[in-house]
Nanobody, 124 residues
Framework: QVQLVESGGGLVQAGGSLRLSCAAS????????MGWFRQAPGKEREFVAA????????YYADSVKGRFTISRDNAKNTVYLQMNSLKPEDTAVYYC?????????????????WGQGTQVTVSS
């Protein structure tokens, strides 16, 4: 059974940085795509970034391009989201997701497995 566990969230001032981690278990993820999504209070969940586990190519939402970086460590079965130059509007619960096809997409319905989320709060 696939399990995704996020960590690394917290409270940070605007302009600061955080690194989120997503530890994946229960499968061989070399044929998976991985994504990060977020949901702010009162808003729908939105796509943040995605990465192909096998090829390492990436895709970002325009709102985070140039500030966030998604990466993966094959040996640790872990996906990361490095978040720099954080803004108050980045405040949300961040979710890790896995897609059992190694093609990166932004639609949340395309992802098969989800973590429980980690809270990121950016103060102004």
């Amino acid at each position: 059974q696939v399990q995704l566990v996020e960590s690394g969230g917290g409270l940070v001032q605007a302009g600061g940085s955080l690194r989120l981690s997503c530890a994946a278990s229960g499968r061989t993820f070399s044929s998976y795509a991985m994504g990060w999504f977020r949901q702010a209070p009162g808003k729908e969940r939105e796509f943040v970034a995605a990465i192909s586990w096998s090829r390492g190519n990436t895709y970002y939402a325009d709102s985070v391009k140039g500030r966030f970086t998604i990466s993966r460590d094959n040996a640790k079965n872990t996906v990361y989201l490095q978040m720099n130059s954080l803004k108050p509007e980045d405040t949300a619960v961040y979710y890790c997701a896995a897609r059992s096809r190694d093609v990166i997409v932004a639609g949340e319905l395309e992802y098969d497995y989800w973590g429980q989320g980690t809270q990121v709060t950016v103060s102004s």
